[in-house]
C-alpha cells in the first residue's frame, strides 16, 4: 500500500516538496479545523433556508419562453434573500458574470447626476468599462452621467475613513467597497472593517447605499455583509455561491428597492424578477447553493496550507497561512513572467479537464493587461473550482482560488511549485 509520500512522488512530485507538505499538514492542522467548523456552521444555515422555503422536486421542472409562474425560481430567490438575511434576493442564469451581476446592481440604483464613491481604491479590472474608469466608454456609467470617486487605501492596505468623511457630499448616491484583493496585494476586507466603514456612511448620510462587491467572500464568514449594515450586494455563480455545481448565472441579495431596480436592469422596466426561464437549471443551482459552503470550505483549507507551503519554499505570499481571511483567494509573487507561466502551467497541469493545454498571456475583455488565466475546470472560468490568474505586470504575482477539494488544492500547488523548481526559479 502507498504512502502518502510515495503518492506524491509517483506524481512527479520532488522528495523535498512532499517533506514540505507534509511539514505544512501539521502546521495548519488546528487553523484548518476552525474553518471546517464554519463551513459546517453555514452548511446548516444553508439547509435550514432550503427548508425553510420549502425546496421541493417539482421546482425542479423547466420553464421555457418568458418563464412565468416558475415556482423554483421564486423560491431560490427567497432562499438568497434569508441566506443573507436581506430583504430581497435574486439569483438568475441570466448574469454572464459576476461583472454583470455588480453592473446591474450599480445601473439599477444610479442616475444621471449621482456619484458613485468606492472607498476600496480602484476596483477590479473588469469593473473600469463598467464605471467608466479611464474613458467613458459607451454604456459606461460615465458615458450615462454618473460621475466616479475614489477614496485609496491606506498604505497598509486598510480604508482611509478619515477620507471617507471628507469624500461623501450632496452627490454622492452609492458608496462601492470591493471585499476581494482582486489583482492587488492588499488583504481583503474584514467584516469588521467593513462595519465600521458601513456604519461611517450611513451615520454621515443615511441616504446613501452602500454597496459590496461580494465576488470570492460569500461564506467565507459565517455573517454576510448585509447583515452589518450593507444595502446591496452582488456576485457569481461560478464562484462561492454556485458550489462549482452551477453552470453560469449571478446573484443580488439585499434592499427591496435595489433588488428591484438591478432586475428591471437585467430584463426591462415592468419587468424586472417576474420573468426569465430556467430551462430545467433549478435542481443544479440549488444543488449548488447547499454544496457551497463545504466547497468554500475546502477552497480555504488550500489556501492555508498552500501559504504555509510556498512561504516555506522562499516565495511573498499574501496572506501569510495564519492572517485573517475574507475571501478565497491567495496570492504569491514568483518573480517573472516566466515565474507565472511556470506557476500556471502547474496549476493546469493539475485540472481534470484540458490538463494537456499550456496557459498563455491573453488580451482578455475587460482587462487592462495581459492575463494568464489557469484551469482545468468543468466550467469553463470556474473560479470555484482549482485556479489561477496572473496579470502579466509587475511584481508579478499570481492569484490562486478555488478547489472542490482540499487534496486538489494540495496537488495543484505543489505541480506549481513543481513546474518552478523544473525551471529554476525555485
Request: charged residues 20%.
Amino acid at each position: 500500500m502507498s504512502s502518502w509520500k510515495d503518492s506524491l512522488l509517483n506524481l512527479g512530485i520532488a522528495s523535498d516538496l512532499a517533506d514540505i507538505a507534509a511539514e505544512g499538514m501539521k502546521a495548519t492542522a488546528e487553523l484548518r479545523e476552525q474553518i471546517r467548523q464554519n463551513a459546517s456552521i453555514n452548511q446548516w444555515k444553508v439547509l435550514q433556508v432550503l427548508q425553510e422555503v420549502g425546496l421541493m422536486e417539482g421546482h425542479f421542472f423547466p420553464t421555457t419562453g418568458y418563464g412565468f409562474s416558475d415556482s423554483g425560481r421564486d423560491v431560490l430567490d427567497e432562499a438568497i434573500a434569508k441566506i443573507f438575511r436581506a430583504q430581497s434576493g435574486a439569483m438568475r442564469l441570466q448574469f454572464v458574470s459576476g461583472t454583470h451581476a455588480l453592473a446591474a446592481a450599480l445601473f439599477g440604483t444610479l442616475k444621471p447626476g449621482d456619484e458613485l464613491l468606492s472607498i476600496t481604491g480602484l476596483p477590479y479590472d473588469t469593473m473600469h468599462p463598467v464605471i467608466g474608469i479611464g474613458e467613458a466608454k459607451r454604456g459606461s456609467l460615465a458615458y450615462w452621467g454618473v460621475n466616479y470617486r475614489q477614496v485609496d487605501l491606506l498604505a497598509d492596505g486598510h480604508i482611509d475613513l478619515e477620507g471617507v468623511k471628507k469624500s461623501l457630499n450632496e452627490k454622492t448616491a452609492m458608496v462601492l467597497l470591493q471585499r476581494s484583493r482582486g489583482y492587488a496585494w492588499r488583504p481583503s476586507l474584514s467584516l469588521s472593517e467593513m462595519k465600521k466603514a458601513i456604519d461611517l456612511v450611513h451615520s454621515l448620510a443615511p441616504q446613501v447605499k452602500v454597496m459590496v462587491d461580494n465576488c470570492y467572500g460569500e461564506l467565507v464568514d459565517t455573517v454576510e455583509p448585509t447583515e452589518i449594515g450593507a444595502n446591496v450586494v452582488a456576485g457569481s455563480l461560478i464562484k462561492n455561491l454556485g458550489g462549482s455545481i452551477s453552470p453560469c448565472g449571478g446573484y443580488i441579495a439585499g434592499d427591496s428597492d435595489c433588488v428591484e431596480g438591478a432586475m428591471e436592469r437585467l430584463t426591462a422596466p415592468g419587468i424586472g424578477p417576474d420573468e426569465g426561464p430556467t430551462l430545467g437549471y433549478n435542481r443544479l443551482l440549488a444543488q449548488g447553493l447547499f454544496m457551497a459552503p463545504i466547497i468554500v470550505g475546502a477552497a480555504l483549507e488550500g489556501a492555508v496550507w498552500g501559504a504555509w507551503v510556498m512561504e516555506n519554499c522562499g516565495l511573498e505570499v499574501f496572506p501569510k497561512w495564519n492572517d485573517p481571511r475574507s475571501d478565497i483567494i491567495q496570492a504569491v509573487r514568483v518573480g517573472s513572467e516566466e515565474g507565472q507561466k511556470a506557476f500556471c502551467l502547474g496549476i493546469q497541469k493539475s485540472g481534470p479537464v484540458d490538463h494537456s493545454a499550456c496557459p498563455i498571456p491573453l488580451q482578455q475583455p475587460g482587462y487592462d493587461d495581459p492575463v494568464i488565466m489557469a484551469g482545468g475546470t468543468f466550467i469553463q472560468g470556474s473560479s470555484i473550482e482549482l485556479s489561477a490568474d496572473c496579470p502579466v505586470r509587475a511584481p508579478y504575482g499570481c492569484y490562486m482560488q478555488g478547489g472542490v477539494s482540499f487534496a486538489h488544492v494540495q496537488i495543484g500547488v505543489l505541480r506549481a511549485l513543481q513546474e518552478m523548481k523544473n525551471c529554476s526559479l525555485l
